[in-house]
């Protein structure tokens, strides 16, 4: 079973389109088929699940749907903390926060707090982020450190900026898998360092229809692959 | 013997017809999978029989607009493979693509980078050119070399740069980190360490894993990237389809 899977949950809106419903319906789907996959990954002993909730792109989309999106995520957060608990499942929130509403900002601190001791499965929720401005402030971070005299210029590589990244909130910080649905063949800006080595699954199913089916077959797809990370047989 | 150790014997032999029984249907499943994967694959081979035969008409005439920079990602092992990465840059060629980066982790396609020009009619090496000046209208095909130094590696040494000039503007009292580590900083210092090649619209994988073995991860925000599997079964008929499907391909950037 692959350790870290990493999903772009796409499609809502043109699950909704397709029913002739308003975009919201399709995100509320896309909350139902969120809520089964935690539980699969919970059952099969995934230990870390990071789910791109929304881009730092995403800003740009009308004010409208922007806003729904915010009270969503507070109110699925809200009724799923007692759950948290009872699954074991600890939450962690990556990206750039302080663009989110006040209210949604302490509400994920509080619960990263009050999940930080559990230990099942870690759920990793990729919010306003960007894999570009990720490196970006791991690299600023490094600097501060530079500046600080807590690092030598020299001692800079690969393995510090890592250790920056906002995946150093687990122990596997790279993905095994990523699965985007939807079917567009792209990874829109997410985790752009830690997939160096992830296996690319892309499905044509949108986001609200992926179930237990299709992450059968991803995983099954993810095992018959033969994975060297660059080195030789 | 007691009822104890009767109960025990029937929960052992119990358990261990539930163990069987669930392995053998996960192996079931595997093999329906995989029976799905073979005829899924029979399938791909025949439609790429038929396009490179020009039967399927819709793929005689495609549109490059939107392929302005392709990149070509090989597994190191297959890299060795000259001859066939060169049969492969002669389709691309052919079917007009202009701008090509070949990618592999170890640098192999790097070390033969004469090689591979020598064998090719009009090709030359990729200068480094602005985004927006990409020719897509040459006669000749630019080719840059690139392997696992430009990509993590050359981040690390951009960063290097943008660190020293954070260290001297806090000594003077100027600049925040914030005007400092932005996304443009960023592919200047990328361009100064060497790493002109634009972000390719387009990446095709050739190996066994359908991962871009540490392509520049800085590059790949948007690109569509599309597995193609080994190189020694290319088909030129596969080459065509993942051209034309992302001919087909609207992005909306997030929006």
């Known amino acids: ?233 | 013997m007691d009822f104890g150790d009767e109960v025990q014997k029937v929960y052992c032999w119990i358990s261990h017809i539930g163990s069987l029984g669930l392995k053998v249907l996960w192996h079931f499943l595997h093999f329906i999978v995989s029976v799905w994967f073979l005829a899924r694959q029979a399938a791909y081979v025949l439609e790429s029989c038929f396009i490179s035969s020009g039967l399927l008409k819709r793929y005689e005439a495609l549109n490059l607009g939107n392929l302005r920079y392709l990149a070509i990602v090989i597994e190191s092992e297959e890299a060795h493979q000259i001859p066939k990465v060169i049969e492969l840059l002669n389709w691309l060629a052919t079917i007009g693509v202009k701008h090509v980066c070949l990618y592999d982790n170890e640098g192999v396609l790097k070390k033969s980078k004469e090689a591979i020009l020598e064998k090719l009619t009009d090709a030359t090496l990729f200068e480094g050119v602005d985004e927006n000046n990409l020719l897509l209208d040459q006669e000749h095909i630019t080719l840059e070399f690139a392997s696992i130094s430009d990509g993590k590696g050359a981040v690390t040494k951009a960063a290097n740069i943008l660190f020293m000039k954070y260290l001297k503007s806090a000594d003077s009292g100027g600049s925040s980190a914030e005007s400092i580590f932005t996304e443009p900083h960023m592919a200047e210092a990328l361009k100064a360490v060497g790493c002109r090649g634009p972000d390719p619209d387009l990446l095709l994988i050739y190996g066994p894993a359908r991962c871009h073995l540490g392509f520049p991860a800085w590059r790949i925000r948007y690109t569509e990237i599309i597995h193609m599997g080994p190189l020694k079964s290319m088909k030129y008929g596969s080459l065509l389809k993942a051209i034309y499907k992302f001919s087909m391909v609207h992005q909306n950037y997030g929006t």
């Open chain 1, 1 to 233: 079973m692959p350790e870290h899977v990493a999903v772009i949950m796409d499609g809502n809106v043109r699950w909704a389109q397709k029913r002739g419903l308003p975009a919201a319906s399709g995100h509320q789907a896309g909350v139902r088929s969120l809520r089964e996959l935690v539980g699969l990954c919970c059952k099969w002993g995934i230990k870390v699940l990071s789910v791109f909730a929304f881009s730092y792109d995403n800003w740009s989309r009308s004010e409208g749907e922007v806003g729904f999106l915010m009270s969503l995520i507070e109110r699925v957060v809200k009724a799923e903390l007692p759950n948290f608990g009872r699954e074991g499942i600890r939450v962690s929130v990556i990206g750039d926060l302080s663009k989110l509403p006040e209210q949604l900002q302490k509400l994920i601190i509080d619960v990263e707090e009050t999940t930080k001791e559990n230990s099942r499965l870690q759920f990793i929720v990729a919010l306003s982020y960007s894999g570009q401005c990720d490196i970006l402030q791991a690299c600023k971070n490094i600097g501060y450190k530079v500046k600080d005299g807590l690092i030598e210029p020299e001692d800079i590589n690969k393995s510090l900026i890592e250790q920056e990244l906002q995946t150093n909130c687990t122990e596997f910080p790279f993905p095994d898998l990523l699965i985007r649905t939807s079917g567009e063949l792209r990874v829109s800006n997410f985790m752009l360092w830690q997939i160096a080595y992830t296996e690319l699954c892309f499905f044509s199913t949108l986001w609200p229809d992926f179930g237990k089916d299709e992450f059968v077959e991803a995983l099954s797809s993810f095992q018959k692959r033969q994975r060297r990370y660059g080195g030789r047989n």
